[in-house]
């Protein structure tokens, strides 16, 4: 008797195993926030123009023996302008050194933005032709990598880095390397 | 009547057809034929549910004058699916490989079709 219950609940069983997974999918994913492919891998080598010196170069040498956010940012991209009190605090309060790469932006406007809302950044490369950024498997500004002392990344936070993003997720990845080196 | 059918074929053909090939050059046909079929092969990142052929996002266009320069370069398509994947993942490829995160998504067809010719079977013959 039992048997033949199992028998015919079991369609439904699976069906609503199925729904189960459907749901989960349709409503609590998140499709745009794609796992980076190089989570512990050695950020990739570029050499981007210095934005700060005339001659000087930003290499991914500059980023390694501390750790350190390297943000990917425009200012044609009006969610990086949300983010850029954080990454001031970041940088005045937390002492976090924030590289950063311009993506595909003008030089004058660069440093007009930076002029009129401050810099945060220890250096900037002009990353002008996007090269840099699909290297780093950017897709879309801004984002930022947390990069450890032996210059792998080790996170990769995508849209704009607001306080609970960084008391949450970034705050406690650096501290744990701060506390090791 | 016959205007406005023109308007609408004029707008669909403008919308159907955004990518110039006329844009990039190559040295032979075997190479623009790769070229056209890598890029039905790879997805847009941004627009996720369109190739980068499809879409005029400016990431899908630096990603289609990237595999250019890969195949101008004499880059293999194995090499150049590898050079996206390392970069933005698997998810790239619209086509996704059979790995160990894949399997069940490629195997559960074929246990599915497997199951609708056995179930009927067991089913039946044990409650006989």
């Known amino acids: 008797m039992s048997n033949l219950i199992l028998k015919f609940s079991l369609p439904f069983i699976l069906l609503f195993i199925l729904l189960v997974l459907f749901c989960r999918a349709l409503f609590f994913s998140h499709p745009h926030e794609l796992p980076s492919a190089l989570i512990g891998e050695n950020i990739p080598t570029f050499q981007l123009p210095d934005l700060m010196q005339d001659h000087g170069f930003f290499t991914q040498d500059q980023l390694r023996g501390h750790v350190s956010l390297l943000n990917v940012w425009a200012t044609w991209c009006s969610a990086c302008y949300l983010e850029h009190d954080m990454l001031t605090t970041i940088s005045t309060a937390y002492h976090i050194p924030i590289f950063g790469i311009v993506y595909k932006d003008n030089k004058t406007t660069v440093h007009a933005w930076l ?20 290297d780093l498997g950017v897709y879309g500004t801004p984002e930022t990598f947390v990069i450890n002392p032996d210059g792998k990344i080790i996170y990769r936070q995508i849209g704009a880095i607001n306080e609970e993003v960084w008391n949450n997720i970034l705050l406690p990845l650096i501290k744990k390397y701060r506390v090791e080196t | ?29 075997n190479d623009a034929e790769r070229f056209k079929s890598l890029i039905k092969e790879i997805r847009c990142v941004v627009c996720q549910y369109q190739t980068i052929d499809e879409s005029n996002a400016p990431l899908a266009v630096d990603l289609r004058t990237k595999v250019y320069q890969l195949i101008i370069a004499k880059k293999s398509n194995e090499t150049i699916k590898n050079y996206l994947t390392q970069r933005y993942g698997d998810f790239i490829l619209l086509q996704p490989r059979f790995n160990f995160a894949t399997a069940l998504l490629w195997c559960l ?20």
């Open chain 2, 1 to 29: 009547m016959k205007f406005i059918l023109i308007i609408f074929i004029l707008i669909y053909s403008h919308c159907t057809h955004p990518l110039n090939l006329d844009t990039y050059r190559f040295p032979s046909s």
């Open chain 1, 115 to 134: 002029k009129k809302h401050g810099n945060p950044y220890v250096m900037i490369g002009d990353d002008a032709n996007g090269d840099a950024a699909i």
């Open chain 2, 109 to 128: 067809p074929f246990l599915g079709i497997l199951m609708i010719f056995f179930l009927p079977i067991i089913l039946t013959k044990s409650s006989i």
